[in-house]
């Protein structure tokens, strides 16, 4: 159900350029103000994308002062790329 949950989150490409961007940072996290000229949409829309993400437990969130900082969740990310390895994907419990 997890798999299921993070596959649709990040079946927008907004939301794959904006994790994208995230783990190709130092310390993979970034600032919704930094993130909105990225994918050249607004800071409320962006923010719609971060909370599906959120939601799904790719990123977290933590409040640095009037701005909020998101950070991917290493785990989530290689739980999805353990699952998805051809020699390892069991879908036998889903179909």
């Known amino acids: 159900m997890a798999l299921a949950v993070r596959l649709k989150a990040l079946a927008d ?9 995230l783990l190709a ?15 050249k ?4 829309t962006v923010s719609h994308h971060l909370k599906k ?5 790719i990123l977290t969130k933590e409040r640095h002062g009037m701005s909020v900082h998101y950070r991917v969740v290493p785990e989530a990310i290689h ?3 353990r ?4 020699g390892t994907l ?3 419990g889903v179909l």
């Open 90 to 92: 069991d879908l036998s």
């Open 83 to 86: 699952t998805l390895d051809a």
């Open 79 to 81: 739980a999805i790329a």
């Open 25 to 39: 940072q130092p310390n993979q996290e970034a600032c919704t103000c930094d993130l909105a000229p990225i994918v």
């Open 13 to 21: 490409p907004t939301r794959l350029q904006l994790l994208a961007y």
């Open 53 to 57: 993400l959120e939601t799904s437990g």
């Open 41 to 44: 949409l607004s800071e409320p």
